[in-house]
């Protein structure tokens, strides 16, 4: 079983910046693909970006591409959403997500076994 708690949201202006957090706690947090997630009132829940185990692999969606980073530190069991430039079209509630996967791949949605709580970012005009 793996816990996940994602912090660092909040309210910021347009084209300011945040960065999430999500720590993870149980078992071997290096085992695990990530991703972060958002879902905005009456919207689905869309991929943002994800990483595979190593770091090695990185994926974003369209609308975040060279805005937003997604890192991991697996010595502090975290990985990490840099957010930039942040548009009042990205306010949503963002859940990181976890599946054990050594496999290198990047995740569809329906393969994470473990989701966060979520935090709200709001990102004023």
């Known amino acids: 079983q793996v816990q996940l708690v994602e912090s660092g949201g909040g309210l910021v202006q347009a084209g300011g910046s945040l960065r999430l957090s999500c720590a993870a706690s149980?078992?071997?947090?290096?085992?695990?693909?990530m991703g972060w997630f958002r879902q905005a009132p009456g919207k689905e829940r869309e991929l943002v970006a994800a990483i595979s185990w190593s770091g090695r692999t990185t994926t974003y969606a369209d609308s975040v591409k060279g805005r937003f980073t997604m890192s991991r530190d697996n010595a502090k069991n975290t990985a990490y959403l840099q957010m930039n430039s942040l548009k009042p079209e990205d306010t949503a509630v963002y859940y990181c997500a976890a599946d054990e996967d050594l496999t290198g791949r990047l995740l569809h949605i329906s393969e994470y076994d473990y989701w966060g709580q979520g935090t709200q970012v709001t990102v004023s005009s």
């Open positions: 149980g078992r071997s947090f290096r085992r695990y693909a």
